[in-house]
């Protein structure tokens, strides 16, 4: 299957700081990303879906203003934390998708950030 | 509105026996219907997917899948699990209407699989 790489795999990081979490389709053009937060022992949950060159469609409850994203290119998309607290501390998870309908979505390896 | 059902939070089964994964869904046009696997600290795992053609669905790992549209359906099985089976199992739905659209996962069960 195809390859989405998510970097980095950990994260530790202080109060008030910014973290950049990147995600990078291999071996295939990524026309949609999805970023997902996942909280122990739960599903994952969407927080906004980017196509390439435009900007994220949030999730209901998802601060835009906090976590920024960026889907720039048609193999790269990132996630920034802005102003990172203890509550933010979680699995977040990258997935992308090609332009063809019946395509599934491949995953990244997901980032644990930890807020201290 | 889409959703999908994981009725069990967790199956235990012994090693070399058959297992099943429940998985039920609500859609409002022709599912794509979708199960991965999660090994702890890592990403999920593409293992089969339905989208049209026929119920049965083979896929990664020696796992299957039967599309049942009446019961709104998609259990995923294997006829003997292996310990290293063991992780946590996802079914995700995409209304068909919408291609581009994103996945709606059921919470997850974990499956537990005994030497």
């Known amino acids: 299957g195809a390859v989405v790489s998510q970097h980095p795999s950990r994260v530790i990081c202080k109060s008030g700081t910014s973290v950049k979490i990147e995600c990078r389709s291999l071996?295939?053009?990524?026309?949609?990303m999805f970023w997902y937060r996942q909280f122990p022992k739960q599903s994952l949950m969407l927080m906004a879906t980017s196509n390439e060159g435009s900007k994220a469609t949030y999730e209901q409850g998802v601060e835009k203003d906090k976590f920024l994203i960026n889907h720039a290119s048609l193999t790269l998309s990132t996630l920034t934390v802005t102003s990172a607290h203890p509550e933010d501390s979680s699995f977040y998870i990258c997935s992308a998708r090609g332009s063809s309908p019946n395509t599934e979505a491949f995953f990244g390896q997901g980032t644990r950030l930890t807020v201290v | 509105a889409q959703s999908v059902a994981q009725p069990e939070d967790q199956v235990n089964v012994a090693e070399g026996n058959p297992l099943t994964v429940k998985c039920t869904y609500s859609?409002?046009?022709?599912?794509?219907l979708f199960w991965y696997v999660q090994y702890p600290n890592r990403g999920l795992q593409f293992l089969l997917k339905?989208?049209?053609?026929?119920?049965l669905v083979k896929g990664s790992y020696g796992f299957e899948a039967e599309f049942n549209k009446s019961q709104t359906s998609f259990h995923l099985k294997k006829p003997s699990a292996l310990v290293s089976d063991s992780a946590l199992y996802f079914c995700?739905?995409?209304?068909?209407?919408?291609?581009?659209?994103?996945?709606?996962f059921g919470k997850g069960t974990k499956l537990s699989v005994k030497p």
């Open positions: 339905y989208i049209t053609g026929d119920n």
């Open positions: 071996d295939f053009q990524a026309t949609t």
């Open positions: 859609v409002s046009g022709n599912p794509y």
């Open positions: 995700a739905v995409r209304d068909g209407r919408g291609s581009q659209g994103n996945l709606i």
